[in-house]
């Protein structure tokens, strides 16, 4: 990012700081895909709480990001089991911010499976979570009874047009990566399983690059609109991946397990939107495939008699070329923000929440003003 750039995105950035300054300074963990423009929202963040944290997604982390944002904050390694165990959760908050008030920004769920337990235990107060993603909303949403509140962005307009450019990036990067072997998209028919907003965005590009596209998805109502929209729609897994050479996996959840790989075309392509261990399930396949690397990014998976390619090794193949969506991700990135203040005015119920729509309003005016010159 050119220095002329990043004043730009700071100045963005800290003009959404005043307009949703937060009623009380919180400490803060953030939970972040740590990608080459990430630094400018880190700050912010640290302008609006106490950062006492930052937790890069491991699969997306671009070591310059990285390093800016150690000069100035903490930066942990994050996995799924350091917030599973409730002991360990718990001694990792207290070991950084023991007896302090604390908002938790997740991205995909992490800080579910404790959830209840830290704001029992802890020596501190949580204050509430602000959740970024479809995969991590689903997670809170399972609660009986949630303990705090939980603030949602995975559901905004203003995540829309990322989503939209996500499903481009998933396409180009996919189509990328066949190309480095030889191989185009055209003449190979795909399946996209999940007709969510970013499974209905790839479906969409594809259809526009002339690639024949059927969809799966579980839910009747995404079905229905596929139809709607001219697709093929399978009406179970097994028939859809057999006939498939691409299969673009687009739930949040475990959209392949192991029985379903063996009903994938011999030489299909397979690629996800998400990290490995939530969209597909690899783990017995090493008892059953031999696996070689085969291209920049492409894993083979073969037996005797039957092959497929892995793009990525099943992380999110958009991020092979950074995952870009332009400064249309600072939208989002600025909910998050005004939805700290939320947090911090102490009126909210435990339970799900969203940013109100004259919040949205205003964010979308001071980005037009910064970004539609």
């Not at 491991?58 to 350091?82: I, N, W």
């Not at 908002?103 to 029992?120: E, K, N, Q």
């Not at 399946?191 to 059927?214: D, E, M, N, P, Y």
């Not at 070689?292 to 999110?316: K, S």
């Amino acid at each position: 990012m050119e220095t002329f750039e990043r004043a730009k995105l700071d100045a963005y950035f800290a003009r959404i700081a005043v307009q949703f300054a937060p009623d009380e300074q919180t400490s803060s963990f953030l939970i972040t895909h740590l990608l080459a423009e990430r630094p400018a929202f880190v700050r912010a963040v640290a302008a609006m709480t106490r950062l006492t944290a930052v937790l890069p997604k491991p699969k997306s982390v671009h070591p310059a990001a990285q390093r800016e944002t150690e000069r100035t904050v903490a930066v942990d390694p994050l996995t799924r089991e350091m917030f599973t165990d409730p002991d360990s959760a718990l001694d990792y908050f207290e070991s950084r911010a023991a007896g302090e008030p604390v908002s938790l920004l997740d991205v995909g769920g992490y800080f579910a499976p404790t959830l209840t337990d830290i704001h029992s235990r802890f020596t501190g107060r949580l204050v509430g979570v602000v959740e970024d993603t479809e995969n991590g909303h689903r997670r809170y949403e399972v609660f009986d009874k949630l303990p705090c509140p939980v603030i949602s962005v995975a559901r905004s307009p203003l995540k829309d047009p990322e989503d939209y450019l996500v499903g481009q990036s998933v396409v180009f990067s996919t189509e990328a990566v066949m190309r480095g072997r030889g191989d185009i998209l055209h003449g190979r028919p795909a399946l996209v399983i999940g007709f969510g907003k970013l499974g209905s965005s790839i479906a969409r590009l594809l259809h526009a690059k002339g690639v024949q596209v059927t969809v799966f998805d579980i839910d009747p109502v995404r079905r229905t609109q596929a139809l709607s929209q001219g697709f093929t729609v399978a009406r179970d897994r097994e028939t859809a991946l057999i006939g498939a050479g691409l299969v673009l996996c687009a739930t949040g959840a475990v959209s392949l397990r192991g029985d379903d790989f063996s009903h994938l075309r011999n030489g299909a392509y397979v690629a996800t939107v998400t990290s490995s261990e939530d969209e597909l399930d690899l783990a017995g396949l090493s008892d059953v495939y031999t696996r070689t690397v085969v291209g920049d990014h492409v894993t083979r998976y073969q037996t005797t008699d039957h092959h497929f390619y892995l793009a990525n090794g099943g992380n999110a193949v958009n991020f092979i070329h950074g995952a870009s969506v332009g400064p249309f991700i600072f939208l989002i990135q600025a909910e998050i923000l005004a939805a700290i203040r939320m947090l911090t005015r102490g009126d909210l119920r435990p339970g799900i929440h969203e940013v109100p729509a004259p919040d949205r309003e205003a964010i979308t005016a001071t980005w037009l003003s910064y970004f539609n010159r």
